[in-house]
T-cell receptor, first 112, second 113 residues
Framework: DGGITQSPKYLFRKEGQNVTLSCEQN?????MYWYRQDPGQGLRLIYY???????QKGDIAEGYSVSREKKESFPLTVTSAQKNPTAFYLC???????????FGPGTRLTVL | KNEVEQSPQNLTAQEGEFITINCSYS?????LHWLQQHPGGGIVSLFM???GKKKHGRLIATINIQEKHSSLHITASHPRDSAVYIC???????????????FGQGTILTVHP
C-alpha cells in the first residue's frame, strides 16, 4: 500500500536535547511538508521541500532543521533552540508542490 | 482575526442528525480543501473544490467563491463521523488552485449513538 509513515507515534525527550522525527513516503511524490499542530490552532507550516536536495522555510522554521537527501525521506530535527517543542507534528507529501496533500499519522512530541 | 475561520468550534449531535460545518476566508481563492482528522491524529483529505458542490457518500461540500464561504454537510450522521474537520485554503496562490495552505482551527464533531 502506498502511503506516508511517521515514526515514532509518541516521543518523549528531555529539555535541551535535539530529536529527529522520521517521515517516509512511497507515493513517488516530489514535494514534502512538515506541519506543527497545537491545541486550538490550525496547522502551521515548518518546512517544505519541492524536490530532492532542496527545502525552504515555512512560517515557523526557527528551532527546526530538515534534510532531503532522498525522494522518499524528509526527516525533521527539533533542536534545543525551539522554545516550545511539545506539539503534534504532521508530515505530508504531494505529487508536485502545493498539489493535493496526503498526510502521515503524525508524531506527538513531549519535551519534559 | 484569523484568515480562515471555522464555525462552530465544537459540535455535538445525535446519531442520524444532519450536520453543517462552516468555513469563511478573507481573500479570494480558487479552491478550498476539507480535511478530516481522526482521534488518533491522522488526516485524510475529503474534498478539494473550486465551485458548486461535491458529494462523496454522506458527505457534501459546497463553496461560494464570491461570498468567500464553504460548508461541509454530513447527512445521517454516525458515531464514526466523530472527528475534527478542517478547512484549508491557498490564500496567496495568485488566483491559482494550488498554493501554500492556510488552515482553519478545526471543528470538533462528536456524534452520540
Amino acid at each position: 500500500d502506498g502511503g506516508i509513515t511517521q515514526s515514532p507515534k509518541y516521543l518523549f525527550r528531555k529539555e535541551g536535547q535535539n530529536v529527529t522525527l522520521s517521515c517516509e513516503q512511497n507515493l513517488n511524490h516530489d514535494a514534502m511538508y512538515w506541519y506543527r499542530q497545537d491545541p486550538g490552532q490550525g496547522l502551521r507550516l515548518i518546512y517544505y521541500s519541492q524536490i530532492v536536495n532542496d527545502f525552504q522555510k515555512g512560517d515557523i522554521a526557527e528551532g527546526y532543521s530538515v534534510s532531503r537527501e532522498k525522494k522518499e525521506s524528509f526527516p525533521l530535527t527539533v533542536t534545543s533552540a525551539q522554545k516550545n517543542p511539545t506539539a503534534f507534528y504532521l508530515c505530508a507529501s504531494s505529487s508536485v508542490l502545493y498539489n493535493e496533500q496526503f498526510f502521515g499519522p503524525g508524531t506527538r512530541l513531549t519535551v519534559l | 482575526k484569523n484568515e480562515v475561520e471555522q464555525s462552530p468550534q465544537n459540535l455535538t449531535a445525535q446519531e442520524g442528525e444532519f450536520i453543517t460545518i462552516n468555513c469563511s476566508y478573507s481573500v479570494g481563492i480558487s479552491a478550498l480543501h476539507w480535511l478530516q482528522q481522526h482521534p488518533g491524529g491522522g488526516i485524510v483529505s475529503l474534498f478539494m473544490l473550486s465551485s458548486g458542490k461535491k458529494k462523496h457518500g454522506r458527505l457534501i461540500a459546497t463553496i461560494n467563491i464570491q461570498e468567500k464561504h464553504s460548508s461541509l454537510h454530513i447527512t445521517a450522521s454516525h458515531p464514526r463521523d466523530s472527528a475534527v474537520y478542517i478547512c484549508a485554503v491557498p490564500l496567496n496562490a495568485g488566483g491559482t488552485s494550488y498554493g501554500k495552505l492556510t488552515f482553519g482551527q478545526g471543528t470538533i464533531l462528536t456524534v452520540h449513538p
